[in-house]
C-alpha cells in the first residue's frame, strides 16, 4: 500500500520552532522531488518548498526564505521541513507531495500557470499536519 504520512504538526508561539517529517511506504522516494505544501483556511494551496530526488537543489517560496530548511534522507525514505520564527501566517495544514520528475520547478502557487492545474502534476500526497502560530 503506498502511503505518504506527515508528522510534527502542533501549536507554537510566534517566533517559535517547529519540524515537520514526512514519511514514503510502499514506494521509495529515491527518483521522486519532494514538495512541500501548505492551505490555510480559505486560501489556495501553494507550494512553500521543493527538494530535488538527490537532494542537491532546493527551493523556497518568498515568504518563508531564510525561516524553512527542507532536507531528505533517502535512506530512511524520509523528507524533513525545520521551521524558524514562524509567524500568525503559516498557520495552515502542511503537505508534502512526490513529484515523478525529480527536478523542482517553479513554486506552485494561486498565481501559477493555469493553477490549480499545476497540483495535479505532482503523483502523491499526504494527508496533511496542522501547524497553529498563534499566542
Known amino acids: 500500500q503506498l502511503q505518504f504520512v506527515e508528522s510534527g504538526g502542533g501549536l507554537v508561539q510566534p517566533g517559535g520552532s517547529l519540524s515537520l517529517s514526512c514519511a514514503a511506504s510502499?514506494?521509495?522516494?529515491?527518483?521522486?522531488?519532494v514538495g512541500w505544501f501548505r492551505q490555510a483556511p480559505g486560501k489556495a494551496r501553494e507550494e512553500v518548498s521543493c527538494?530535488?530526488?538527490?537532494?542537491?537543489?532546493?527551493a523556497y517560496a518568498d515568504s518563508v526564505k531564510g525561516r524553512l530548511t527542507i532536507s531528505r534522507d533517502n535512506a530512511k525514505n524520509t523528507v524533513n521541513l525545520q521551521m524558524k520564527s514562524l509567524k500568525l501566517e503559516d498557520t495552515a495544514v502542511y503537505y508534502c507531495?512526490?513529484?515523478?520528475?525529480?527536478?523542482?520547478?517553479?513554486?506552485?502557487?494561486?498565481?501559477?500557470?493555469?493553477?490549480?492545474?499545476?497540483?495535479?502534476?505532482?503523483?502523491?500526497w499526504g494527508q496533511g499536519t496542522q501547524v497553529t502560530v498563534s499566542s
Open positions: 507531495a512526490a513529484y515523478h520528475g525529480g527536478q523542482c520547478g517553479a513554486m506552485v502557487s494561486e498565481s501559477s500557470y493555469n493553477y490549480p492545474a499545476p497540483l495535479l502534476d505532482w503523483d502523491y
Open positions: 527538494i530535488s530526488s538527490s537532494g542537491d537543489s532546493t
Open positions: 510502499g514506494f521509495t522516494l529515491d527518483y521522486y522531488a
